[in-house]
Antibody, heavy 120, light 112 residues
Framework: EVQLLESGGGLVQPGESLRLSCAAS????????MGWVRQALGKGLEWVSAIGSSGSPAFYTDSVKGRFTVSRDNSKSTLYLQMNSLGDDDTAVYYC?????????????WGQGTLVTVSS | DVVMTQSPLSLPVTLGQPASISCRSS???????????LNWFQQRPGQSPRRLIY???NRDSGVPDRFSGSGSGTDFTLKISRVEAEDVGVYFCMQGTHWPYTFGQGTKLEIK
């Protein structure tokens, strides 16, 4: 069974940093693109970042470019999202997502999410 | 960014009756590889999203056959032939053709 387990969320102040992790199991992690999608409370879903199976290419939505960095460690079957200079608009549940047969274009599995709250 | 517009945003349905959700994109979702990357997801209360349909009309394993997807270009539809109680939740379309991939606002299905 495919499982994605996010961790690393929490409460931070504006301008601070946080690193999210996603531990994957139940599939050959190194063969699939992965990504991060966020959902602000009561709002819709937003793709944050995606990364190829080998670690490249990496894509970011405009609002996080230069602040967030996605990476992966295929030896540990783990996906990461380093988030710097966090602002109020980054408050959301962050979901780890597994790409399908055509990458994150066809994301097929989501984790349970980890809540990031940016507040002073 | 490609804007995905869903309608209706709220969908009260009587058990056993059909339901239909529309999803329109601001530009064609036909990719240069010939595929159309339009997905449908269901998000039950308190749960993470679950994919139902990929590439417009391909149903995922384990998804009841009362769910079907159709459409082309910029106009897509998710249909539920006979709504059951377990179908309550929010339904999202998502385009995977143009980065950043984008979602519809969501349609909240409830039992009337």
């Amino acid at each position: 069974e495919v499982q994605l387990l996010e961790s690393g969320g929490g409460l931070v102040q504006p301008g601070e940093s946080l690193r999210l992790s996603c531990a994957a199991s139940g599939f050959t992690f190194s063969s699939y693109s992965m990504g991060w999608v966020r959902q602000a409370l009561g709002k819709g879903l937003e793709w944050v970042s995606a990364i190829g199976s080998s670690g490249s290419p990496a894509f970011y939505t405009d609002s996080v470019k230069g602040r967030f960095t996605v990476s992966r460690d295929n030896s540990k079957s783990t996906l990461y999202l380093q988030m710097n200079s966090l602002g109020d608009d980054d408050t959301a549940v962050y979901y780890c997502a597994k790409g399908g047969s055509n990458g994150c274009r066809e994301v097929d599995t989501w984790g349970q999410g980890t809540l990031v709250t940016v507040s002073s | 960014d490609v804007v995905m517009t869903q309608s209706p945003l709220s969908l009260p349905v009587t058990l056993g009756q059909p339901a239909s959700i529309s999803c329109r994109s601001s530009r064609s979702l036909v990719h240069s590889d010939g595929n159309t990357y339009l997905n449908w997801f269901q998000q039950r209360p308190g749960q993470s999203p679950r994919r139902l349909i990929y590439r417009v009309s391909n149903r995922d394993s384990g998804v009841p056959d009362r769910f079907s997807g159709s459409g082309s270009g910029t106009d897509f539809t998710l249909k539920i032939s006979r709504v059951e109680a377990e179908d309550v939740g929010v339904y999202f379309c998502m385009q995977g053709t143009h980065w950043p991939y984008t979602f519809g606002q969501g349609t909240k299905l409830e039992i009337k």
